[in-house]
């Protein structure tokens, strides 16, 4: 196993996710989590040969081949002894120092990997994921270019604010400066992306953004001042603002669906959904902000129809319908899970996920994370909100089972991403308040009730969404003897 870890962290192939959702009674695929074999597929890793121009100085690129070779057949104990033979080779060979200096350093890097856990080597915080539901949300809103150069430009100092030691105030002035620019040269184009009856909300808050509390000038006066804590409440306030301006640019879809999809339920902007929670069991729920406990409690998740409006309008249209109400919850182990006996029709939905840097979903087609597609709506947040999958086939999700993902980066794989990232249709998330509410239920549980408290007038409802069908459904098996045993 050692070994298998030293070879995993020079040829840079995935370890088997530690849990998997299956089957269970009842139908859909995501219910409790256990142990099954990886659908990850590994990374080569390529290595050059040495140059024969210098026979007697061996290209590190030839050491590394040489060495991952030699791993799989050596046991932990003999790991260490092997990058030392090597490094004795070299100093025969008359390789320069620093050559052999790096080759020791990568030695204690392959012992330290083998004493460490996999999840503590696969884990890094460089990858670029969001972090939060809110910035998912921000980064999905498709408004003006121009506004995305400035939300980038801010969400930059709030990355820059984390660093524990000095900070870059240079940087961080920089980039209040270059968005005020953006803001100054473009308001035009700002403002004329916007429908007529909308453009006097727009006109106030760019005012807003540039000169009111909590604005880009006022972001200026505490990087001078050198006030982190006021300068991050000001920022919090600058990106909301920025939230508010590209949700009045983008009015409704900015892509054609499918025609096979189009008398499908869907939502064609943003949508709240607000849940009365009530614990099944006599116990309370206790405010995290302080605070009477109470039995019941408010959970309100923003659901996203500019990412999966398909997904979402479903939802939407369940929410109205009353679906939810008086549903039990279950409590797994990195998921609370509702599923509505009532409603089923006999209709899935298509997998829905939106890739990163594209401008339409993709439809039954997961993500491939190792080939670096990640999601608009990344499922690695604490409090994000996907459908199912169909008990027939992963390319569908459950027309009614959705889950809260508990997401928790030690279960996790490269840069703290959920090793099931792009296999679900993810179309929300949990509010900050609602997340509070989310670490307290427990199986058995109650959802009194499901309301669509904002949204209702970008759901449309075709006249035949009230049962759609998949276009081309995997067809039954001639022999029952031939059907897919179940997972």
Not at 88 to 111: F, H, N, T, Y
Not at 146 to 170: A, C, W
Not at 254 to 267: G, H, I, N, V
Request: net charge negative; hydrophobic share 40%.
């Amino acid at each position: 196993m050692a070994s298998r870890v030293v070879t995993t962290v020079l040829a840079g192939a995935l370890p088997a996710p530690p849990h998997a959702p299956v089957a269970a009674a009842g139908g859909s695929k995501f219910v409790e989590w256990t142990n099954r074999p990886s659908r990850h597929r590994g990374i080569r890793c390529g290595v050059a040969r040495a140059s024969r121009s210098r026979p007697h100085y061996p290209s590190s690129a030839a050491w590394t081949a040489k060495v991952a070779a030699t791993i799989p057949q050596t046991t932990s104990s003999e790991v260490l002894g092997i990058f030392n033979l090597h490094v004795d080779g070299l100093v025969q060979d008359g390789v320069p120092e620093l050559l052999k200096s790096a080759v020791a350093a990568l030695a204690i890097i392959a012992q330290i990997s083998v004493a460490l856990p996999a999840n503590a080597i696969l884990y890094s915080p460089d990858t670029n994921v969001p972090r939060t539901g809110e910035l998912a949300l921000r980064r999905a809103i498709p408004a003006n270019p121009s506004m995305k150069t400035i939300q980038e430009s801010l969400e930059d100092i709030s990355y820059l604010l984390r660093i524990p030691q000095r900070k870059p105030y240079g940087s961080m002035e920089g980039d209040v400066k270059k968005a005020m620019k953006i803001a100054l040269d473009n308001k035009e184009a700002m403002l004329g992306s916007m429908p007529a009856e909308l453009k006097e909300k727009g006109s106030e808050l760019y005012t807003s953004l540039l000169e009111g509390k909590g604005g880009l000038q006022s972001l200026l006066n505490y990087i001078k001042d050198k006030d982190n804590d006021r300068l991050s409440v000001a920022l919090a306030s600058s990106l909301d603002t920025i939230a508010e301006l590209e949700l009045l640019q983008a009015p409704g879809l900015s892509f054609l669906l499918p025609k096979q999809y189009l008398d499908y339920p869907r939502l064609t902007g943003r949508g709240v959904v607000e849940f009365t929670v009530e614990k099944g069991d006599g116990s309370t729920f206790v405010p995290t902000a302080g605070g009477e406990p109470k039995r019941v409690a408010t959970l309100q998740v923003v659901v996203d129809g500019y990412s999966a409006p398909l997904t979402a309008g479903n939802f939407a249209k369940l929410v109205l319908e009353g679906a939810y109400d008086g549903v039990t919850l279950k409590s797994a182990n990195q998921a609370v899970i509702a599923d509505s006996e009532s409603g089923k029709k006999g209709y899935t939905i298509p997998l829905e996920v939106m890739p990163a840097g594209q401008f339409e979903p993709l439809y039954r087609s997961p993500l491939s994370i190792q080939d670096g597609e990640l999601p608009v709506l990344p499922m690695s947040v604490y409090g994000s909100v996907a459908m199912a999958h169909s008990e027939d086939s992963e390319e569908y999700s459950s027309p009614t089972q959705f889950f809260f993902y508990l997401y928790d980066k030690r279960n996790s794989g490269l840069g703290g991403i959920s090793f099931d990232e792009g296999q679900f249709s993810v179309f929300g998330y949990a509010t900050t308040d609602g997340r509070d509410v989310l670490s307290q239920i427990k199986t058995g549980d109650k959802i009194r009730s499901a309301k669509l408290v904002q949204g209702r007038e970008r759901l449309v409802l075709p006249a035949a969404a009230s049962a759609p069908a998949p276009e081309d459904p995997a067809p039954a098996p001639a022999d029952p003897a031939l059907a897919p045993a179940e997972s």
